[in-house]
């Protein structure tokens, strides 16, 4: 009897990022997609959130395949090639390109075996594993599917996509060989998602084109378009609009500067050089023959909109009279972000158009119309919804219920589910642990809980220092008066005075009954003085007792 094929999802599910996903036969392994997410309000200086690897360490992987270049996808790539023993990292011409500079950023190229996979090509095989790749339309070229063939059985995995009839590149999403997959058989459909509670269809990328067509040639003053770095289909549309009318193009934004570059290096962006100018260069030429492509489009604190907005980049001003379009959708989380960066460029008398207000955006995912059109065309006996909150998975499993997939092989998993696939069918067939690890400057998975939490009070009630001075010889006195320092307290010198009188007091009582082991002096220390702040204020800031011997 075959092994079943085990499915390990070990990010994505429950989520909209951080996708990771392992498929284990026997002991061999591949693993689909290492990406990222980004922190929110309550991971307090945190910067990145990545899957949580336990499970793979020390279980080889033959290979990484990516289905896109997006960063829920990618990003954490350089952090899973550290950890884990990958035999090669498989994916499409531009993601290849595309993550090749992010591993020379991290020191990893020279060790990391890059292999390009084409949609349509002739089959690779990884050791039990048959991998196909379909072309699929997304916000970002060279997306694909994969369909991974076992002796457990055949399964698509559609990574992000929707159907776009009219894509820019011409390279529409290939129905004909997802129906060809249907005729032979899908025993398991893994398909994103994200807008499975949206009715009807996603818009074609050429609609944003055509409001870039209706909106650039009647502005007057600076254009700035706000953009995902990786949409480079919608920033070559703006481009090519603004030069047909006679505005020079300036890039802004490291992760923009560097994504144009190798797209347009590769090929996949077409711009004539003499239209480029530098930022610098922008600011000094007129008004009305400016566009300028930049980042920023999630209020990310340091990118360039941003920064623009705050008056705080370098070389580029918004006056009175200029026109920003932000050309995406608030990830789920940066609404206030986005919303702050909004309300600052129209103070500085800029007109904000965004997808609220004008047709500056369309989706890359596929809504419930084309969802039930891919169901109908791969009729998987089983279907497995990925890449979503659970909310979007529950919707997609009504629309395969609805396309008459039985609720015996509808499968919603969670992060750390292990999902079973044999001749038999499909089951959920336990757990492994799949937490997150936090990116924390140079550190990865180094952040407790007790760091998060303590970063949380030090935003919510301040923080609070109380130096101590005893002697040493018995330490039964004090020898100065008690120093405080406050910071996120306020300005309320009766109460700091108060707290000071406390301390003094406490130190005193402990000296006549001869307390001196440091320890127990700052837990008094401690307590009494945070029951006088929090009688008085009702915070309970975090208060740090320092006592020192002299």
């Known amino acids: ?169 011409g390279l529409k999403t290939d129905v004909g060989a997802l129906a060809e997959l249907g005729n032979r058989g899908v025993d ?148 206030l972000r986005v919303h702050d960066s909004i309300n600052r460029l129209a103070k500085l008398g800029a007109e904000v158009l965004h997808q609220e207000i004008a047709p500056v955006h369309v989706s890359g995912h596929a809504c419930a119309e084309e969802m039930r059109t891919l169901l109908s065309l791969v009729r998987p006996r089983a279907v497995m919804p990925i890449h979503g909150e659970y909310r979007m998975l529950a919707a997609h499993a009504r629309l395969a219920q609805d396309a008459g997939v039985p609720e015996s092989g509808i499968v919603i998993a969670e992060n750390g589910s292990v999902v079973e696939l044999s001749p038999e069918g499909v089951r959920l067939a336990g757990r492994v642990e799949a937490g997150v690890r936090f990116v924390d400057g140079l550190g990865v998975g180094d952040v407790e809980d007790v760091a998060l939490r303590d970063r949380r009070r030090l935003s919510e009630d301040g923080v609070l220092i109380v130096v101590a001075t005893v002697g040493a010889t018995d330490g039964s006195a004090a020898v100065a008066a008690p120093e405080l320092i406050a910071r996120g307290l306020g300005e309320d010198l009766d109460l700091i005075d108060d707290l000071r009188d406390e301390a003094e007091r406490i130190v005193t009582e402990l000296a006549q009954n001869g307390i001196s082991e440091i320890k127990l002096v700052q837990e008094h220390i401690h307590d009494g003085i945070g029951q006088v702040v929090y009688s008085r204020t009702r915070r309970r800031p975090m208060i740090l007792p320092i006592v020192i011997e002299v």
């Open 1 to 169: 009897m075959s092994s079943p094929l085990r499915i390990i999802p070990l990010g994505g599910l429950g989520e909209v990022g951080k996708n990771m996903t392992v498929f284990e036969l026997g002991d061999d392994r591949i693993v689909v997609d290492a990406g990222l997410a980004f922190p929110r309000d309550e991971h307090f200086g945190v910067d990145l959130v990545l899957p949580d690897l336990a499970y793979l360490v020390g279980r080889p992987v033959r290979a990484i395949v990516l289905t896109h270049a997006h960063e829920d996808h990618v990003g954490g790539l350089p952090y899973a090639l550290r950890e884990l023993e990958v035999g090669e990292v498989v994916g499409t011409r531009l993601t290849l390109g595309l993550v090749k500079s992010k591993l020379d950023e991290h020191g990893l190229s020279a060790s990391t075996t890059l292999t390009e996979a084409e949609p349509g090509q002739a089959p690779m095989r990884l050791g039990p594993f048959t991998l196909e790749f379909v072309r699929m339309a997304h916000s970002i070229p060279d997306s694909m599917a994969i369909v991974i063939e076992t002796e457990a059985g055949r399964l698509l995995h559609t990574g992000d996509w929707k159907l776009d009839h009219t894509p820019v590149d």
């Open 188 to 335: 398991l459909l893994l398909g994103d998602s994200t807008n499975a509670e949206r009715p009807g269809m996603t818009g074609s990328e050429r609609l944003v084109g055509e409001a870039f067509r209706q909106l650039i040639p009647l502005r007057t003053g600076r254009i700035i378009v706000a953009s995902f770095a990786s949409n480079m289909h919608r920033v070559q549309q703006a481009a090519e609009v603004a030069i047909a009318n006679g505005r020079r193009v300036a890039v802004v934004g490291r992760s923009m500067r560097k994504n144009m570059n190798i797209a347009r290096t590769l090929g996949y962006v077409e711009l004539p050089e003499e239209s480029i100018v530098s930022p610098k260069e922008a600011m000094e030429l007129p008004r009305d023959e400016v566009l300028i492509l930049c980042t920023g489009s999630q209020g990310e604190p340091m990118s360039a909109l941003t920064r623009i907005a705050y008056g705080d980049h370098a070389n580029v001003t918004v006056e009175r009279g200029d026109t920003v379009i932000i050309s995406a959708k608030p990830v789920p989380g940066n609404e």
